[in-house]
């Protein structure tokens, strides 16, 4: 396969657990899922005839046929994929909501319909498809691909601890960048004050002094734990990023700790272990958020007139023109 049909089966395979997430709401929020079912399917069948050369299909049905006109061979799950096509069109077009039963039905069709059909018409396993192709971040998706080895070799800790570093690039900026400042920036990484040995140092020259500043340090730390939530919701929230999303995603990963020589240690309450489906939501997860920073930052691209600097109005910049503050029509 070109890297072009690698990547396009990886952005297939996002949609179709796109779906799945979308399976788990409640009544009437699920029947989502089934269109995006069909959208991973037809997406599907549509690289499949460009991938074999085979004469685009008039509609969803005919997929079949122009593929076995150019293969010799049918591609498996047509009957499933008929009942995705009908319960798709009723809700789309004709308003018709869907229930627990049927959208769990169409998740098990189409599950089918892409183990059985990726090794036949791309010769790759369908849980061989990496959906990391499609993240932007080089570095994040070395970590998303080395989880997805860990998964699959039935190593999920491992997986799960790759995949929580992933987002943690993600959404920790590191470097003051030049020019517009970093959409997930909002000021300097916060941490817990109590994990600062200089915060610390001074409490105990306090205390040596005989100075009582309990009240004041406990004041700081509690401050301090709703601004670090606060900085995170934000950075989320700037993006579109769903945040009881990343509620579940930091519930269903290991915590770290940063040391001063450079060592991170993972902690997780007794007793972790994740399954798989957990594993996949924060795969899943992870692309959303590459996906939704790389298209904030192609949003930052700065126009030809602008330095390595934010403009905001007020420092430098040339009048270009005047104008009488209107005053009528307002309070």
Not at 16 to 40: K, T, Y
Not at 202 to 225: N, W
Request: charged content about 20%; proline content about 5%.
């Amino acid at each position: 396969m070109t890297p072009e049909t690698l990547q396009r089966l990886a952005f297939i395979r996002y949609l179709h657990h796109l779906g799945i997430a979308q399976s788990r709401l409640p009544e009437p929020q699920c029947s989502a899922a089934v269109l995006m079912f069909h959208d991973a399917v037809e997406s599907f069948l549509l690289l499949a005839t460009e991938h074999h050369g085979a004469a685009q299909a008039q509609n969803f049905m005919k997929y079949w046929d122009s593929i076995n006109a150019a293969i010799g061979t049918t591609p498996a799950g047509k009957q499933g994929m008929d009942r995705l096509n009908r319960l798709r069109n009723g809700l789309k077009h004709q308003g018709q909501l869907l229930g627990q039963v049927q959208v769990q039905s169409c998740m098990a069709d189409t599950a089918t319909f892409f183990a059985a059909n990726s090794q036949l018409l791309f010769g790759v396993d369908y849980d061989q498809v990496s959906m990391a192709a499609i993240i932007a971040q080089e570095k994040v998706g070395e970590l998303a691909r080395e989880s997805e080895k860990d998964a699959a070799g039935g190593d999920l800790v491992a997986a799960m601890i790759k995949i929580s570093d992933a987002a943690d690039l993600l959404l920790t900026p590191r470097v003051r960048p030049r020019g517009p400042a970093a959409p997930l920036k909002f000021g300097d990484n916060l941490v817990d004050p109590q994990s600062r040995p200089t915060f610390m140092r001074q409490l105990r020259k306090a205390k040596e002094l005989g100075t009582d500043i309990s009240g004041l340090g406990r004041q700081v730390e509690q401050l301090s734990k709703v601004v670090i939530q606060l900085q995170a919701a934000a950075r989320l929230t700037a993006i579109g990023v769903d945040y009881p999303a990343y509620i579940r995603f930091k519930n269903l990963t290991p915590a770290h700790v940063d040391f001063f020589d450079g060592r991170r240690e993972y902690r997780a309450p007794a007793g972790y272990d994740p399954t798989y489906d957990d594993y996949r939501f924060c795969l899943q997860f992870v692309i959303t958020l590459s996906l939704r920073l790389a298209e904030a930052h192609a949003n930052l691209e700065q126009p030809a007139w602008i330095a390595d600097r934010v403009f905001d109005g007020w420092g430098g910049g040339d009048t270009i023109g005047t104008a009488q503050i209107p005053t009528e029509g307002y309070l």
